[in-house]
């Protein structure tokens, strides 16, 4: 069975700097996607990035990229030039892309502050 | 487009009823997915609708049930509920089961 780990449950930034939330998964498979999602405080779940496993390329969007280490089963979000609103819970997610399993596996999810 | 909405948002129940949630996904989705979020367990998939058929079931009692209609709007139903019931469900919408989901704002039911 797939596993997805985040091992930071806490972290935090100064506005404006730069951080990196990690993420390790298991899993036998080969075609397969990873997303992070952002949950801010009392409201709805966000699709912040994803990354196909078939693709080399580091996915981004605008201040937010990933990098996938596919042998390593790692894939870490770096959020650049932090910002308040970027305090949320932050997840990371596995999905297969094989058969009719699509469910998503979750991490705990790592929470992050924003320092002014 | 209007995003995923969920009703109700909030809900107090106490052990032994049962509860229906709904959820309405993004005009045009057809793949509707429910997970359960409580702070020890965290995300746990539910189960997964496409096209009024039922795709994938996770590890939940068969109390916990769920339907979608032929408008792809879904609910799912929790019957004699239990204070570990107590949770923010969330449902997740997208174009088709490969799809990228997208999330409503969830129901947070309270069991007492």
Redesign the interface.
């Known amino acids: 069975a797939q596993t997805v780990t985040q091992s930071q449950p806490e972290m935090s930034v100064q506005e404006a700097e730069t951080v990196t939330l990690s993420c390790t998964y298991d899993t036998s498979e080969s075609d397969y996607y990873l997303f992070w999602y952002k949950q801010p405080p009392s409201r709805q779940m966000i699709l912040v990035i994803r990354q196909e496993a078939y693709k080399q390329q580091n996915a981004t969007e605008n201040r937010f990229s990933v990098n996938f280490q596919k042998a390593a089963k790692s894939f870490s979000l770096k959020i650049s030039d932090s910002q308040l609103g970027d305090a949320a819970m932050y997840f990371c997610a596995y999905r297969s892309n094989a058969g009719n399993n699509r469910k998503l596996i979750w991490g705990l999810g790592t929470s992050l502050a924003v320092n002014p | 487009k209007a995003g995923v909405t969920q009703t109700p948002r909030y809900l107090i129940k106490t052990r032994g009823q049962q509860v229906t949630l709904s959820c309405s996904p993004i005009s045009g989705h057809r793949s509707v997915?429910w997970?359960q979020q409580t702070p020890g367990q965290?995300?746990?998939?539910l189960f997964?609708y496409f096209s009024e058929t039922q795709?994938?079931k996770?590890n939940f009692p068969g109390r916990f049930s769920g339907r979608q209609f032929s408008n792809s709007r879904s609910e799912m139903n929790v019957s004699t509920l239990e204070l570990g019931d107590s949770a923010l469900y969330?449902c997740?919408s997208s174009f088709g089961?490969?799809e990228?989901?997208?999330?409503?704002?969830?129901t947070r039911l309270l069991v007492l």
């Not at chain 2, 965290?42 to 998939?45: E, I, M, S, V």
């Open positions: 997915s997970y965290g995300l746990q998939f997964e795709r994938n996770g969330l997740a089961t490969e990228t989901q997208y999330f409503g704002p969830g």
